[in-house]
């Protein structure tokens, strides 16, 4: 395995009396592609957005590269431009054009001059597909157009790793494609990548490694061919088998 990157020990989580989180234990190396896939409500998506502390944990350790998740404050400011985090939903500033969104983060956050961080900003928008709509707003482009400026939006923080929680939940069948393609090839670039995901075949494509949750624990976890032609939980194989018959 490459060098750590994240690391998880013992995390665990509740919501109330529900455990969400049991005993997590996960190491994410540098460049890895990571899938984690399961049923509806096993965790998954918890486990991706604690990894930047959108949520909190109650036990256990997270580290990014080396360094424990800060609690609050600066230090977790600088550790979540660090992290860049793609949701379901966009999160785009309506009121700001598809540049000004990309360059938003650089500016204030790492101190970038404005030419600079726009320069970097269409070299990331062409990268994405979506450079001629640069000076357009949110609600001119697509769902799967806007997935992609959030896409950007991110990687023009340098971050070190990007968390992918069902980015392409949200969006209708045509447009899901054109996203998973712009991840496909960021993680050929060698971008560190957590991917929570339905989509079997990008699992298939992209992953160095599936992760399997149910009932908020990882279950099982290899590489992905391994996985989807040989999996070895009896939880792993009945999932397969409700999603892959279709």
């Not at 996203?179 to 494509?205: I, N, P, Q, Y």
């Amino acid at each position: 395995m490459t060098e750590p990157l994240v690391v998880l020990k013992g995390v665990n989580k509740h919501f109330g009396d529900l455990h969400v989180l049991k005993d997590i234990d996960l190491t994410i190396g540098k460049g890895e592609v990571v899938v984690v896939i399961g049923p509806s409500g096993s965790g998954k998506s918890t486990l991706c957005r604690t990894i930047n502390r959108l949520e909190t944990f109650e036990s256990g350790s997270i580290e990014i590269d080396g360094k424990p998740l800060p609690e609050e404050g600066k230090a977790l400011a600088a550790l979540r431009a660090d992290v860049g985090m793609v949701f379901q939903s966009f999160n785009l500033f309506a009121h700001k054009t598809i540049l000004e969104n990309v360059t938003l983060g650089p500016i204030k956050a790492r101190g970038v001059k404005k030419a600079d961080a726009e320069k970097r900003a269409m070299e990331l928008l062409e990268r994405v597909g979506v450079a001629h709509q640069a000076q357009k707003y949110p609600a001119q482009l697509s769902g799967g157009q806007q997935q992609r400026v959030a896409i950007a939006r991110s990687l023009a923080m340098d971050p070190k790793v990007m968390l992918f929680d069902e980015p392409t939940s949200a969006l209708d069948p045509e447009m899901i494609n054109e996203v998973l393609d712009v991840m496909t090839s960021l993680a050929k670039s060698g971008m560190t990548m957590v991917v929570v995901t339905h989509e079997m075949g990008f699992a298939r494509r992209a992953a160095n490694r599936v992760v399997f949750m149910a009932d908020g624990q990882i279950v099982e976890e290899a590489a992905p061919e391994t996985f989807f032609t040989n999996p070895t939980s009896d939880r792993a194989k009945d999932f397969l088998g409700k999603i892959l018959t279709h």
